[in-house]
């Protein structure tokens, strides 16, 4: 597995790039967000449409956070 980094912007994944090789991550990926808005994302993944397919789950993940549900639909 390669560790990949995201860069965001409106929660919109708009840069993949490979981490150096000696990145260490628990579990499948970390984030950063400020007030709902993500950073960055550090992701395990097999490659990069994988790690663009969990950067959209995270992105997901924290709308249904902050704004519930209902907002999704």
Do not use: P, W
Request: glycine share 4%; hydrophobic share 40%; proline share 0%.
């Amino acid at each position: 597995m390669n560790v990949y980094r995201i860069i965001f912007a409106d929660n919109e994944a708009i840069s993949c790039t490979i981490v150096d090789h000696n990145t260490v991550l628990n579990g499948l990926y970390q984030y950063e967000h400020k007030n709902g808005n993500l950073v960055y994302a550090i992701i395990n993944a097999k490659n990069e449409d994988n790690a663009l397919t969990i950067a959209n789950f995270i992105s997901t993940e924290i709308k249904q956070k902050l704004f519930g549900t209902d907002f999704l639909n």
